[in-house]
């Protein structure tokens, strides 16, 4: 029997949804921004530059390149190639036309000026009974979970390890994602009103084709009405943040680095 998703708007997913989201509501809050350059990163920019003119020997480690430049705050290639193991963990939003690391750095970009308004915005604190509620959805939810023994603790840290991670990591991440998701309902959301004929509309003009379509028997209106409501919701909340994301981006200086060039 066909089921009905629901939009499921987390930010594993702002920048995570399960169901129906644009790409840049997709995957923002699955990792910390990097620090600023003025707090560096594993190192500050100042280093950066120096060891670029040193050979590796002196460097004493591979020297983390700079991927771009957000207001100030650093967006590195560790980051970057994180943000692409992390995907193909948990691998919803993905836009199968564009380069996965293309995606990433713009999903790091995004989630960088986001993040960066968050201080403007009065803070809800997170507690750990919510982070250890959206891991223990995360193990139900992960294709990977399919061939791995997620349910036990011994099998979810080591399919974290084989993915690259570790638990305080996915912590760290789940926690953001409850920060930016609280952070964008009071944005957008609140201010958002959905209509009887606006709910109405998408199950005779959407919902009903999708299920004649697939030969099966579509719920009666009133039976998913509030979960018709949660997907126009969400469609305006990410049509409002795209727009948004797009003037920070105007507005704000986001510089991406070619390589080999110094950074400024």
Known sequence: MT?????????????????????????????????????????????????????PAERGQV?????AIVNG??????????????????PYGEDE??????????RLIDRTLVVQQLGGFPQVAISDDEVNKEEA????????CAHADC????????LLEQSGFTEEELHDRLKLRAQVTHFIEQRFRSGIRIGDQQIEDYYNNTLLPQYAKQKATAPPLDSIRDRIEEILLQEQVSTLLDSWLKTLRDSGHVRMMQPNEEAP
């Open 3 to 55: 089921r009905f998703y629901p939009f499921r708007f987390d930010i594993a997913n702002c920048l995570l949804a399960v169901g129906i989201a644009s790409a840049s509501v997709q995957m923002l809050a699955q990792k910390p921004a990097p620090k600023s350059v003025e707090q560096g990163k594993s190192q500050t920019k100042e280093q950066v530059r120096a060891d670029a003119h040193k050979l």
């Open 63 to 67: 020297v983390d390149r700079i991927v």
């Open 73 to 90: 705050d650093l967006v590195l290639e560790s980051d970057v190639e994180e943000e692409e193991r992390f995907s193909k963990l948990y």
């Open 97 to 106: 036309t564009k380069p996965p690391r293309e995606q990433a750095i713009t």
């Open 137 to 144: 959805d995360l193990r139900k939810d992960l294709p990977a």
């Open 151 to 158: 349910a036990s603790e011994a099998g979810w840290k080591k």
